[in-house]
């Protein structure tokens, strides 16, 4: 794992959409796997920002989501495919058709869970933005006793939960189940960047430094993947 320690979540931000940037560049028809939560807002605004400039096109990218609460539908503003068009997609040239994003109001979880599974085989993840939780989630991968495989209901933990509720007026309204990418899927990727700021995700990535390999901190996985940089900022 290369880790590279900042000061700054403005120089976190660059450092990760640069190597996006780069990414694309390299490979106009990238397939991204993205995430959401406070981490990554900043290196979607400088890609937005690259984009305008004339820098980056996004017409042939595809991207695969980590992640969806389950029972929100994607025009609630709570949900992640939200998060995703307002943070990035309405802001750029891509097709929303090439934007996947677990379906949070499936019927059926196991079918689209198999569906789900069949988008990312079939595309292939070039490039895995991560942020981490707390308790070491990736995706919401919780802490547990093996490594999921693919796209599964994920009951989320209570510091999880606590964590989130920060984007909800009450705690009572934050959704108790996601679906999430598995490990396995993640890992698939080639190339993987994990970005993380502030003292509150101190612990946790010292943590993953220095651990050995265990699904009870999930992203302690990414050890065993051979291209995963660690971008954390102080502040
Ligand atoms: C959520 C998301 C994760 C994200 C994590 C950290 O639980 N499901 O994908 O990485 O929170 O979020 P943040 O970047 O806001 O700290």
Same mark, same amino acid.
């Given at each position: 794992?290369?880790?590279i320690k900042v000061r700054t979540y403005a120089e976190m931000s660059k450092i990760a959409a640069d190597m996006?940037?780069?990414?694309?560049?390299?490979?106009?028809?990238?397939?991204?796997?993205?995430?959401? +939560?406070?981490s990554p807002v900043g290196m979607?605004?400088l890609?937005?920002?690259?984009?305008?400039?004339?820098?980056?096109?996004?017409?042939?990218?595809?991207?695969?989501?980590?992640?969806?609460?389950?029972?929100?539908?994607? *025009?609630?503003?709570?949900?992640?495919?939200?998060?995703?068009?307002?943070?990035?997609?309405?802001?750029?040239? @891509? *097709?929303?058709?090439?934007?996947? #994003?677990?379906?949070?109001?499936?019927?059926?979880?196991?079918?689209?869970?198999? *569906?789900?599974?069949?988008?990312?085989?079939?595309? +292939?993840?070039?490039?895995?933005?991560?942020?981490?939780?707390?308790? +070491?989630?990736?995706?919401?991968?919780?802490?547990?006793?093996?490594?999921?495989?693919?796209?599964?209901?994920?009951?989320?933990?209570?510091?999880?939960? %606590?964590?989130? /509720?920060?984007?909800?007026?009450? &705690?009572?309204?934050?959704?108790?189940?996601?679906?999430?990418? +598995?490990?396995? /899927? @993640?890992?698939?990727?080639?190339? &993987?960047i994990l970005v993380s700021s502030g003292?509150?995700k101190?612990?946790?990535?010292?943590?993953?430094?220095?651990?050995? #390999?265990?699904?009870? &901190?999930?992203? /302690? @996985?990414? %050890?065993?993947?051979? *291209?995963?940089t660690i971008i954390f900022s102080e502040n």
């Open positions: 794992m290369n880790f996006v940037e780069a990414q694309i560049k390299s490979k106009p028809d990238s397939v991204l796997g993205l995430a959401t +939560g406070s979607y605004e890609l937005i920002e690259k984009y305008r400039n004339g820098l980056l096109d996004f017409s042939k990218v595809r991207t695969v989501n980590l992640d969806e609460y389950v029972g929100l539908s994607g *025009d609630n503003d709570q949900s992640y495919r939200y998060f995703m068009n307002d943070k990035l997609f309405n802001h750029i040239n @891509i *097709d929303k058709n090439n934007t996947f #994003v677990p379906n949070g109001l499936a019927k059926d979880i196991e079918k689209e869970c198999e *569906d789900y599974d069949k988008v990312i085989n079939e595309l +292939g993840i070039d490039f895995q933005v991560l942020g981490v939780g707390r308790n +070491g989630h990736i995706g919401f991968n919780e802490p547990s006793s093996v490594f999921s495989k693919g796209t599964h209901l994920e009951l989320l933990k209570e510091d999880t939960i %606590k964590a989130n /509720s920060r984007f909800f007026e009450r &705690i009572e309204d934050v959704p108790t189940k996601a679906l999430t990418m +598995g490990i396995e /899927s @993640i890992m698939s990727a080639k190339k &993987i003292e509150a101190r612990p946790i990535i010292e943590k993953l430094l220095d651990c050995e #390999v265990t699904p009870l &901190i999930p992203a /302690s @996985i990414l %050890k065993n993947h051979p *291209d995963v």
